[in-house]
């Protein structure tokens, strides 16, 4: 039942109800000077907004600074998957067209496949991609949702009723359930997306089912079009995009939850699920959309895209709180982690000029580079910082899929469908290494209180 129709069903509850939100409001209001007196580490950061070490990998690794003489120095940033930095491990796979699934293998096995072990893993992959009828009726088609994250929880949670093993955690079965889900979740969300658009938007349905033969992002493309056509630079460019999203340490929040969950012993659906939960939020898996309805906004604002200064004065007054959303961000720039530059920014950049060239859309690359330029600048300025600021790779995503003819819906699915290599990598590392449950601490800062009987209380 909607919020509409329960105060259509009672309109007196109306009243009771904002009474209710009134109390809930007032009574989670905790003073802020306390996370200071007590030195709480908010958001598992330090006051410098450095994360606090919360555990151990050989994943991956994240790295903005390095140390020279006990001091950190800001540099280009470096992101290693297994040890290999992801720069080679795209530069020395231009020739190839299954670069996340190498990258996956990479993470879930901790070494780069052979060409005859790559080859398997490929086959095992495309021979786990496809849906039976009965899955894409009964659980994607039924009651589709406008929110294609959701219709990946909800899918992703129900393929534990379709597992005859669903509940055994140990690492064989959990590795078995975690290479059916990296198949199957493009699969599941393009077909979630097809079928949202059928039956509540009337457009015409489209389920074609995956090709074995065909890459991850070759399997998106021509699943998602209409005619299931795609250039080599096209499937090249989302195949490149994959890598890049496929994992990036454990602290992320999707990564970390991904930690806690599996910590307690649940299973396999239950943790993915809540992973795909918490990369739905716009603060994390979110932002590339901000970056694109920030782009939309500065093209409607601003009327010479080449006249810098027109655009500087646009970008501070989104700045200064006075255009777009009113939030004095400029979406896509600046990162926890990395300073100098953020190598995933550096790569999709790069193929977002190329796609650019092909798909006639120069121009809009340029202003994406011109406003990266500028803001880079105005925020350092705004932050008072001496501090190096740079893009990040939702800076170019968005403007990439869109080019890619790619559906804002499916812009954080997109990013589903990578992570889950990462999350996949990090859920067996937990479990293989069979850490605690996690448990951090929260303070209690509220007061004790003798009990008051009902007839007393005010």
């Not at 089912?209 to 991850?216: A, F, G, I, Q, R």
Request: aromatic residues 10%; charged residues 25%; proline residues 3%.
């Amino acid at each position: 039942m909607t919020n509409q129709e329960m105060m259509e069903l009672a309109p007196e509850l109306d009243g009771q109800f904002n009474e209710l939100v009134k109390y809930c409001m007032a009574s989670g209001v905790i003073d802020p000077n306390l996370y200071i007196e007590y030195d709480v580490k908010r958001g598992l950061r330090d006051r410098n907004g450095k994360g606090v070490l919360t555990g151990l990998t050989e994943i991956s690794d994240v790295i903005g600074f390095d140390i020279k003489d006990g001091d950190r120095v800001p540099t280009d940033g470096r992101l290693y998957f297994q040890g290999y930095n992801v720069m080679d491990l795209l530069q020395n796979s231009k020739e190839r067209r299954f670069a996340f699934e190498e990258a996956t293998y990479l993470l879930l096995f901790g070494d780069l496949p052979t060409d005859e072990q790559l080859e398997q893993f490929i086959g095992i992959l495309g021979g786990l991609r496809e849906l039976s009828g009965h899955f894409v009726r009964d659980v994607i088609m039924k009651a589709p949702s406008a929110n294609i994250m959701n219709a990946l929880e909800k899918s992703i949670v129900t393929l534990y009723s379709y597992d005859d093993n669903p509940e055994d955690i140990s690492v064989p079965n959990v590795l078995r359930q975690s290479l059916q889900l990296i198949a199957k979740m493009p699969v599941i969300s393009v077909f979630a997306y097809q079928s949202y658009m059928h039956f509540k938007m009337d457009d015409v349905l489209i389920i074609r089912n995956p090709d074995p033969e065909c890459s991850t992002a070759e399997n998106i493309l021509r699943m998602l079009r209409p005619d299931g056509r795609y250039t080599e630079l096209e499937a090249r460019v989302l195949d490149v995009a994959l890598v890049l999203h496929a994992e990036h340490g454990g602290g992320n929040n999707s990564t970390f939850t991904d930690h806690v969950v599996t910590s307690s012993g649940t299973d396999t659906y239950s943790t993915i699920a809540a992973s795909v939960a918490s990369l739905k939020g716009f603060r994390h898996g979110g932002a590339n959309i901000k970056v694109t309805a920030m782009f939309e906004d500065i093209k409607a604002n601003v009327q010479n895209w080449e006249d810098e200064a027109e655009l500087t004065a646009y970008l501070q007054k989104i700045l200064n709180k006075e255009a777009f959303d009113n939030a004095g961000l400029i979406y896509g720039i600046g990162h926890a982690v990395y300073t100098l530059s953020d190598p995933r920014e550096v790569i999709l950049k790069e193929y977002a000029r190329k796609l650019s060239e092909e798909k006639g859309h120069v121009k809009e690359f340029e202003l994406y580079d011109r406003v990266e330029r500028i803001a880079k600048e105005l925020v350092q300025k705004s932050k008072n910082t001496l501090k190096p600021i740079c893009a990040n790779v939702d800076f170019y995503s968005g403007f990439v899929y869109g080019m890619l003819g790619i559906p804002q819906a499916l812009f954080t699915p997109i990013f589903a469908m990578a992570r889950i290599s990462g999350w996949s990598a990090h859920r067996l590392e937990e479990l293989v290494n069979k850490g605690k449950i996690i448990r951090p601490a929260y303070k209690y800062v509220g007061r004790h209180r003798d009990y008051v009987d009902i007839e007393n209380r005010k």
